[in-house]
T-cell receptor, first 114, second 113 residues
Framework: DVKVTQSSRYLVKRTGEKVFLECVQD?????MFWYRQDPGLGLRLIYF???????EKGDIPEGYSVSREKKERFSLILESASTNQTSMYLC?????????????FGPGTRLTVT | GENVEQHPSTLSVQEGDSAVIKCTYS??????FPWYKQELGKRPQLIID?????GEKKDQRIAVTLNKTAKHFSLHITETQPEDSAVYFC????????????FGSGTRLSIRP
């Protein structure tokens, strides 16, 4: 059973703080993704990674960076948090080959920036 | 850029009736189309997917149809039940190992008892 975990369920940070969101998967998946979910906007891709130390920008990378030093861990970094980054953040992972490209999601981190 | 449009944004149906959610995509190279269900307070989970070499796929009460020429695909849920209440997301991607998936904006489905 695939397990994707995220470091926090709820997080409150102040404007200007540096914020780290951690995601860990235990199924040896090559691909990992970070999304933010806002009402009426669906799931918007921030960054994804298809291998260790590899990263690709998604649709809304501005204000974010990522790090993937190990295959099982993908970190999202908000260099200087702003109020418009208040959102639900979802991590996901998937295989890069096989019959299905199913993405397995973590439980989400609800970030509030005040 | 690549885009997936999803309609309607909200849908309310009587228990036992059918529900249909429609999506259109812009990238003609897309050939993998998954549907995810997100129950309240939970993470999205894949419920069904279809590839472009198939026009229709069915799994018990849910089915997905694909029209590649028109670039649209639909989710059909028959004999709806209370546990079908959730937000449903369609998505599209190119069938490559490092390809990103573009999600639609979601449909909130409510089943009336």
């Amino acid at each position: 059973d695939v397990k994707v975990t995220q470091s926090s369920r709820y997080l409150v940070k102040r404007t200007g703080e540096k914020v780290f969101l951690e995601c860990v998967q235990d199924m040896d998946h090559e691909n990992m993704f970070w999304y933010r979910q806002d009402p009426g906007l669906g799931l918007r891709l921030i960054y994804f990674s298809y291998d260790v130390k590899m990263k690709e920008k998604g649709d809304i990378p501005e204000g974010y960076s990522v790090s993937r030093e190990k295959k099982e861990r993908f970190s999202l970094i908000l260099e200087s948090a702003s109020t418009n980054q208040t959102s639900m953040y979802l991590c996901a992972s998937s295989l890069s080959q096989g019959a299905s490209y199913e993405q397995y999601f973590g439980p989400g981190t609800r970030l509030t920036v005040t | 850029g690549e885009n997936v449009e999803q309609h309607p944004s909200t849908l309310s149906v009587q228990e036992g009736d059918s529900a249909v959610i429609k999506c259109t995509y812009s990238d003609s190279a897309s050939n993998y189309f998954p549907w995810y269900k997100q129950e309240l307070g939970k993470r999205p989970q894949l419920i069904i997917d279809i590839r472009s070499n198939v026009g229709e796929k069915k799994d018990q009460r849910i089915a997905v149809t694909l029209n590649k020429t028109a670039k649209h695909f639909s989710l059909h849920i028959t004999e709806t039940q209370p546990e079908d209440s959730a937000v449903y997301f369609c998505a599209a991607s190119r069938d490559s190992s490092a390809s990103k998936i573009i999600f639609g904006s979601g449909t909130r489905l409510s089943i009336r008892p």
